[in-house]
């Protein structure tokens, strides 16, 4: 299985969705993120980011942003958004019916959070990136449940 997290700059949410998302993983999966804007494209996360998930154990200190590109059309199976300004930005790079299928938003995969947004913590402070990674964290729990029981 491969999934893609994508967010604005792949500084804050969806780096973290993928380091969460990695460490709950077999480790055959290709998990990665993206960002719908290239502003902060080779950075690092967000220290904030990089501080919220290693006080869980999980180092994303080593990842690099980088835009969503047509590619990953193609390599990924699941796309996964984290607001609808994201999604609707993702489904209109996407080329067909076929590609349009693999993206939805993530809180989608928490099923009395349809539609909701992850909020975007780069203009708050810790507990905001907090609440943020523990919202991130139910989601792939969600994800992959939802995983296990379509390939049951």
């Known amino acids: 299985m491969k999934i893609l997290m994508v967010c604005l700059g792949n500084i804050c949410r969806s780096s973290l969705a993928e380091g969460i998302m990695k460490a709950k993983v077999p480790t055959d999966f290709l998990v990665d993120s993206a960002g719908t804007i290239s502003l902060h494209e080779g950075e690092h996360p967000d220290k904030r980011a990089i501080k919220a998930a290693a006080n869980h154990g999980i180092d994303i200190s080593q990842q690099r942003s980088r835009p969503i590109t047509t590619k990953d059309f193609e390599i990924f199976d699941k796309i996964y958004c984290m607001d609808i300004d994201v999604f609707e930005d993702v489904v209109s790079k996407s080329k067909n019916e076929k590609e349009r299928q693999k993206i939805s938003l993530f ?27 523990q919202l991130l964290d139910k989601g792939c729990d969600a994800i992959i449940d939802q995983l296990k029981r379509s390939n049951s």
Do not use: T
């Open 107 to 133: 809180l989608e995969a928490i099923g009395d959070h349809k539609n909701a947004e992850v909020p975007d913590p780069y203009w708050g402070d810790m507990k905001d990136f907090e609440n943020v990674f």
